[in-house]
T-cell receptor, first 110, second 115 residues
Framework: GIQVEQSPPDLILQEGANSTLRCNFS?????LQWFHQNPWGQLINLFY???GTKQNGRLSATTVATERYSLLYISSSQTTDSGVYFCAVEYLYSGYALNFGKGTSLLVTP | ETGVTQTPRHLVMGMTNKKSLKCEQHLGHNAMYWYKQSAKKPLELMFV???????ENNSVPSRFSPECPNSSHLFLHLHTLQPEDSALYLC??????????????FGPGTRLTVL
């Protein structure tokens, strides 16, 4: 079946540290999005990035569609970055669903 | 109101109750989605609507009944649910489905507990 794998599953950082989250997917995609889920469950859009590189403040993302992976970079992490980060993909030939990975749970300590 | 809103934010219901979840999008989009997030499973799609027509039903039990009266509103009617239906229900919208791969925007979710 279709697979979206995220690594690492859990990550603990000290404030100010940098990190890289990875998303591997098993087939060609129309859409790839990165989300941050806050403690209340809200999914916050970080990037819409089916290919290429984007930056937004301390966050940046790169998707290499031909090699079926995406990376989310968090620099100078802050405690407010804590939460779960999800990668989700819409596969080229399989309906309209975003298929989510299991997420990376990030805790940033002071 | 901006973005995608959902009401109620929390709901506790018995197995014999009937309740409805409401979603409204203020983005001018034409496609709307229901997703379910259970404690032990990844987020999964339940239904997709485009211009008020259901275009995808991801093998969801009939005790969940969606309704899309117009492109801004989406409901999920619930009846005779089971405790295992307890989950976070998330609504999303996108501009349309025509070109596929459109960015989806999510509401804050309704946390449902079935007793």
């Amino acid at each position: 079946g279709i697979q979206v794998e995220q690594s690492p599953p859990d990550l603990i950082l000290q404030e100010g540290a940098n990190s890289t989250l990875r998303c591997n997917f098993s087939d060609s995609v129309n859409n790839l999005q990165w989300f941050h889920q806050n403690p209340w469950g809200q999914l916050i859009n970080l990037f819409y990035i089916p290919s290429g590189t984007k930056q937004n403040g301390r966050l940046s993302a790169t998707t290499v569609a031909t090699e079926r992976y995406s990376l989310l970079y968090i620099s100078s992490s802050q405690t407010t970055d804590s939460g779960v980060y999800f990668c989700a993909v819409e596969y080229l030939y399989s309906g309209y669903a975003l298929n989510f990975g299991k997420g990376t749970s990030l805790l940033v300590t002071p | 109101e901006t973005g995608v809103t959902q009401t109620p934010r929390h709901l506790v219901m018995g197995m014999t109750n009937k309740k409805s979840l409401k979603c409204e999008q203020h983005l001018g989009h034409n496609a709307m989605y229901w997703y379910k997030q259970s404690a032990k499973k990844p987020l999964e799609l339940m239904f997709v609507y485009s211009l008020e027509e259901r275009v995808e039903n991801n093998s969801v039990p009939s005790r969940f009944s969606p309704e899309c009266p117009n492109s801004s509103h989406l409901f999920l009617h619930l009846h005779t649910l089971q405790p295992e239906d307890s989950a976070l229900y998330l609504c999303a919208s996108s501009q349309d489905l025509g070109d596929r791969g459109m960015e989806q925007f999510f509401g804050p979710g309704t946390r449902l507990t079935v007793l």
